[in-house]
């Protein structure tokens, strides 16, 4: 006689089981820890050690090395992460114990010693590992074989990744900058003690989700972990892996958000605005909107393609996975109206809602492939590996994002460069006092405070706009608005010399007279003449190690000068929003058109979704022999 009061595993919140909200507000919590952290990284590193608010003082490469090998090391420890959830432990020991290496290392960063760093970051690494793509596997497992709530299921938990994102960049980013870096990384350790007290608090309603196998609880026997797969896992395994093609790509296009479309929000989209005191929305508020529409949109596409089942249409993972792309891709569209519009006039600037629409796009695109990618590897994986080919997809991820760097590098065009031989009181007739916010000492205590003054004299960055032309044989440089000379502000020909040999001397002059000739073929191929001339913005930053020195403050020295052609860079802009949205499109495409070959291969897996399979805790991976 079937009972007919529910465990705590079988209840049901909002249509779906109670261990959902376990998982999503643990996840929640994670991504709070993680991305608070990761907004601090390359800052806390790059900051000087007898700043007002010290870090490592490390240059600004440096700092960047260290971040690309921390974001890759986090993605690619999912394998071993999901490696020893299937031999050793099982998903939520494996989650379990990934939570208190990530409590740890977090709490650890909060220790102001540099020993306390590099231990911390390596115990998030382990940590991530651990608990990212057993996490995602739990989810699928709350699921019965053949259940349509899956893909709706993962739309809600990925909710939760991105408000815990959301509310991160702004929060710890705050306490950071108004208290110090180790009260940022201590409120995220915090959010991820809150994490690991929802999960452990949690268990009772994920009794028998994430059991080692071979354990009562997991309900298989531990002869399944010794079987060969079958040619039917085996074909899965090959449609997952052809996946994660799709999965590469897609990420290679979207996560420009971060790269190209950061840097030409903050250069080339006019925010200005009136909102109190606020005239102008920093570039960086923009990366939010990613994380707000997916809080907003994420159930509606969720049910929508519920609905779209229901329908009797075409609704497989795959086919939802490539129209998510083409969607995506076709934000770039928007990019491409940007481009034309910054370009119709000089130093001109696109309207902000063009930027709002692209992420709009990619968004909707992102809500209909990355959760329903992670629904999909739960539906197909063998379940002796259903962990590590999670840990395989996190690891795609990354491949992905290197992608986007190199598409986002092939995007920025390689700057002509020089230094500043002008002292401050020249510059001073190029440039203009302005209200400047800073950190200092106030009887022993910091502060913000503004100052109104030179950018130079706050060792800030300043530009000059101008126009470039050739006379005879020499590149003359006039400044945009009155036309005044400023060849004699910087030297395109100059090297630094200091602690170098003889031979690395000549070698960087070798290299400054081809950038010169360089700049002088572009001139003469496009006919830029002073009647036609062509323009340039000459960006003037002081070099970041003598910057982190306090003696150095305010004189005026040690400044480099970069700039690009303007036309140049937005013709090359252009040309890479097109190309994303041909590439992505394409790739779409290719995949809807391959559908039913690769539908083939996954031999029914998704065929028995919305079927209703009666009271049995069907809760394994997508396996129908298993669950017999």
């Not at 190029?430 to 913000?448: P, Q, R």
């Not at 006039?478 to 005044?484: H, P, Q, R, S, W």
Request: proline letters at 2%.
């Amino acid at each position: 006689m079937t009972n007919s009061v529910k465990q705590a595993h079988q209840k049901e919140l909002f249509g779906h089981p109670v261990g959902l909200y376990v998982l999503f507000f643990t996840e929640l919590w994670e991504r709070f820890s993680y991305y608070g952290m990761r907004a601090l990284l390359v800052l806390y590193v790059a900051t000087s050690a007898t700043a007002v608010d010290p870090g490592l003082g490390w240059s600004n490469g440096d700092a960047i090395w260290l971040y690309g090998w921390y974001t890759m090391l986090v993605y690619v420890a999912s394998i071993p992460g999901g490696w020893i959830a299937d031999k050793f432990l099982g998903q939520k020991r494996t989650v379990m114990l990934g939570g208190f290496l990530l409590c740890a290392g977090h709490l650890v960063l909060a220790i102001p010693a540099e020993w306390a760093f590099f231990t911390g970051l390596f115990l998030i690494i382990l940590g991530v590992g651990g608990l990212k793509p057993n996490i995602s596997t739990m989810v699928g497992g709350l699921y019965k074989e053949g259940d349509i709530r899956r893909d709706s299921g993962f739309t809600i938990f990925y909710i939760g990744i991105n408000i815990g994102a959301f509310l991160s960049s702004i929060i710890v980013g705050l306490v950071a900058y108004q208290y110090g870096w180790h009260y940022g990384f201590g409120l995220a350790g915090i959010g991820m003690l809150i994490g690991q007290a929802v999960f452990i608090y949690g268990q009772k309603y994920l009794k028998h989700v994430g059991n080692f196998i071979g354990t009562a609880a997991s309900g298989i026997d531990t002869e399944v972990m010794k079987k060969p797969l079958t040619k039917i896992e085996k074909d899965r395994v090959i449609v997952l892996l052809i996946s994660f093609l799709i999965v590469v790509v897609f990420w290679g296009a979207f996560e420009q958000a971060g790269g190209l479309m950061n840097l030409y929000t903050d250069a080339k989209v006019d925010r200005s605005i009136s909102l109190g005191s606020l005239t102008e929305i920093p570039a960086a508020v923009f990366q939010s909107l990613n994380a707000g529409y997916i809080i907003i949109f994420g159930t509606v596409i969720g049910g929508f393609w519920i609905w779209w089942k229901k329908q009797g249409k075409e609704s497989s993972s795959l086919f939802k996975m490539a129209i998510g792309t083409i969607i995506m891709g076709l934000g770039y569209v928007f990019m491409m109206f940007a481009s034309k519009e910054a370009s119709a006039e000089t130093f001109g600037k696109a309207a902000m809602y063009w930027i709002f629409l692209a992420y709009l796009f990619h968004t909707i695109g992102e809500l209909c492939t990355s959760p329903v990618s992670l629904s999909f590897i739960t539906k197909l994986a063998p379940v002796k590996y259903a962990s590590i080919m999670m840990g395989i997809y996190f690891a795609a991820t990354g491949f992905g994002n290197k992608l986007a760097g190199s598409i986002g590098e092939a995007a920025q065009l390689e700057s002509y460069n020089g230094k500043m031989i002008a002292n401050k009181e020249q510059v001073y007739n190029f440039t203009e006092k302005d209200s400047i916010e800073v950190k200092k000492l106030v009887d022993g205590e910091k502060v913000i405070t503004n100052v109104y003054d030179y950018p130079i004299n706050e060792d800030k960055n300043f530009t000059v706009k101008a126009k470039v032309f050739l006379e005879g044989d020499r590149i003359v440089f006039n400044e945009y608005d009155k036309g005044t000379n400023v060849n004699n502000l910087f030297d395109l020909t100059k090297v630094d010399t200091e602690g170098k040999k003889p031979e690395e001397v000549t070698k960087a002059q070798e290299k400054k007279k081809e950038e010169l000739e360089s700049l002088k073929t572009y001139l003469k191929d496009n006919n830029v003449t002073k009647d036609a001339p062509h323009h340039v913005k000459l960006t003037f930053e002081k070099d970041a190690d003598k910057a982190q020195m306090i003696e150095n403050k305010g004189d005026g020295k040690d400044y480099g000068v970069s700039f690009v052609i303007e036309e140049a860079q937005s013709e090359q802009e252009y040309k890479i929003f097109t190309f994303l949205v041909i590439f992505t499109v394409a790739f779409g495409l290719l995949l809807i058109l391959f559908l039913k070959k690769l539908k083939k291969l996954t031999h029914g897996a998704e065929d028995n979704e919305g079927v209703d399979f009666g009271e049995n805790a069907g809760y394994e991976l997508a396996d129908p022999e298993i669950n017999e």
